[in-house]
């Protein structure tokens, strides 16, 4: 899935952005899209649909100073959806978890269906933020943002970044920090 926003951020994706919507299938440009980031981020959380793409992440971003985790749900899903065992690769290592290792329930895809209109994405987004999501939505909210935290603060057992997470959810934290982030960039 590429990011819906990426041709606002960079002028080389605006310019292909046409041609990729007419085709309707992944591209390169799908995949070179993380790796020409102008703000080249310094820590980075990846979700690839494939464990090809996997790889050939994992080794691009070796040779890179960003650090960084890729994550894959082995049924397929570009981020860890907690519908099944996912694999994390990070510059030292790769590890397959199951949910129930993490203390997650296992989902069915229904439990996270984001709508069928961006509107009902938006929603379910506000929902999130305002602690009002379901279960499922919440807790995926958690262990990628778990992942995306344990690559700021490797010393950090999954666990407590996984605490981290979900304070952050439930106290509003998150919620404070985009309304911070809008008023500073608007």
């Known amino acids: 899935r590429a990011c819906p926003q990426a041709p606002l951020c960079n002028p080389a994706l605006k310019a292909v952005a046409p041609v990729r919507k007419g085709l309707a299938v992944r591209t390169f440009f799908n ?16 979700g690839v649909y494939n464990l090809p793409l996997l790889r050939l992440y994992t080794y691009t971003y070796q040779e890179s100073k960003t650090k960084f985790a890729i994550v ?13 065992e996912f694999k994390v690769a990070t510059s030292d290592h790769e590890k397959i978890y199951a949910p ?32 009002k999501a379901t279960e499922a939505q919440k807790n995926v909210v958690v262990v990628n943002s778990a992942f995306a935290i344990h690559v700021i603060c490797p010393e950090k057992t999954i666990e407590e970044c996984i605490a981290l997470a979900k304070e952050s959810l439930g106290s509003g934290r998150a919620l404070a920090t985009l309304k911070k982030f809008i008023e500073l960039n608007s």
């Open 72 to 84: 894959h749900s082995l049924d397929g899903y570009d981020e860890i959806s907690l519908t099944n």
């Open 100 to 131: 129930e290792s993490l203390g997650f329930s296992r989902y069915k895809d229904i439990d996270l269906d984001g709508g069928q209109t961006p509107e009902d994405a938006a929603k379910i987004f506000d929902q999130l933020l305002n602690n």
């Open 31 to 46: 995949m070179l899209g993380p790796l020409v980031n102008p703000v080249l981020p310094a820590y980075q959380l990846l």
